[in-house]
């Protein structure tokens, strides 16, 4: 029952990346940049659940629109330290705001009481670390 909706709220959020040219791996880089603002990108990878390998391309294409920058980490002359910059801010807002729109839509079917039970489940799941999820049982 996750899976098919997770795909289908990842569709209707689609439209909303298209609009600000960015592709879902580059929402999740900006959205785990603001969570936490300084990060490498081995750490942002692992945050993210992606190979180091994988994000280079969507770093770099944030870099050349001006959303992300990429700094030499002084602690480590191999390494680069990434942050967002204002129009990262700028754009990751503008998309948030968008998806917070559809996800409302969506909610707005459910009774109040219902809305707020299944937000709360949702915080509760969203707080379980992601390792403890992929734990084998």
Same mark, same amino acid.
């Given at each position: 029952m996750m899976v098919p909706l997770g795909r289908t709220l990842m569709a209707a959020e689609e439209p909303v990346l298209a609009a600000h040219d960015l592709s879902m791996w580059a929402y999740v880089v900006l959205h785990a940049l603001d969570e936490r603002p300084v990060r490498n990108q081995s750490a942002l990878a692992q945050a993210i659940g992606a190979d180091k390998t994988r994000?280079?391309?969507v770093l770099d294409g944030l870099q050349e629109r001006g959303l992300i920058r990429r700094e030499p980490d002084p602690a480590d002359r191999r390494a680069h330290l990434l942050s967002l910059t204002p129009e990262g801010r700028r754009v990751r807002d503008a998309v948030r705001a968008g998806i917070q729109e559809r996800e409302n839509r969506l909610l707005e079917r459910l009774p +109040?009481? +219902?809305?707020?039970?299944? =937000?709360?489940? =949702?915080?509760t799941l969203h707080a379980i670390p992601r390792e403890e999820i992929l734990r084998e049982p």
């Open positions: 994000i280079i391309g +109040e009481g +219902e809305r707020q039970a299944f =937000l709360r489940a =949702l915080q």
